[in-house]
């Protein structure tokens, strides 16, 4: 079956430009989760959606970041007026629930580049 | 809090060496375990996990034994391939008792097989 997407999977935004990346789960996967990957930080935990809920979004890094669930499916990272420091590749990741033994699928990540 | 260490890289090995990647973790209770890796040019997948103490999880040729005496997962396989090459994070998550089953990630540690 069809696995975590993710659009697009290159943007390049000038600096104080809003961006919006998109994470289709895998059909079924009721937990949906955010992660971020750069050079000076490596992988890091950004938020947690259980259906259309955030329990934990204690990962954002600033009130730029924000993130929205709908239908239990689709989820949006929006990051607002962006920086150069926000350049890296987002991650979305599914699993089946929230529990801790379940592998975490994930996408091809967006790479973003704020210029 | 909870984190992952792992073993600085890169590590390069001839083919058919033997491998470990040392990777050590710091967490409260019982987290479960895992071992995923990024091909180059492909997103992150699971390798190998495990979920409680004493489990051995494998995959690949890939093994990696939870030791809580030593609160260690390491990595090892006995004949490493070219194809191996690539970058291999260990992990922790829990997901019990109202935690968010985010993945803790270590640094990261690349992989180069030389024929």
């Known amino acids: 079956g069809a696995g975590v997407s993710q659009s697009p999977s290159n943007k390049v935004t000038e600096k104080g430009k809003d961006v919006e990346l998109r994470c289709d789960p895998i059909?079924?996967?009721?937990?949906l989760y955010w992660y971020r990957q750069s050079l000076g930080q490596g992988l890091e935990f950004l938020i947690y959606f259980q259906g259309n809920s955030a329990p934990d979004k204690s990962g954002l890094p600033s009130d730029r970041f924000s993130a929205e669930r709908t239908g239990g499916s689709v989820s949006t990272l929006t990051i607002q007026r962006t920086q150069q420091e926000d350049s890296a590749v987002y991650l979305c990741?599914?699993?089946?629930?929230?529990?801790?033994?379940?592998?975490?699928?994930f996408g091809p990540g967006t790479r973003l580049t704020v210029l | 809090g909870d984190s992952v260490t792992q073993m600085e890289g890169p590590v390069t090995l001839s083919e058919e060496a033997f491998l470990t990647i040392n990777c050590t973790y710091t967490a409260t209770g019982y987290p479960s375990l895992f071992w995923y890796v990024q091909y180059p040019g492909e997103g992150l997948q699971l390798l190998l996990k495990?979920?409680?103490?004493?489990d051995k999880g494998s995959n690949k040729g890939f093994e990696a034994t939870y030791r809580k005496e030593t609160t260690s997962f390491h990595l090892e396989k006995g004949s490493v391939q070219v194809s191996d090459s690539a970058v291999y994070f260990c992990a922790l998550s829990k997901g019990y008792g109202g935690a968010t089953n985010k993945l803790i990630f270590g640094t990261g540690t690349l992989l180069a097989v030389q024929p």
């Open positions: 495990a979920t409680k103490a004493d």
């Open positions: 990741a599914s699993s089946l629930d929230a529990q801790g033994h379940n592998e975490q699928f």
């Open positions: 059909s079924g996967h009721t937990a």
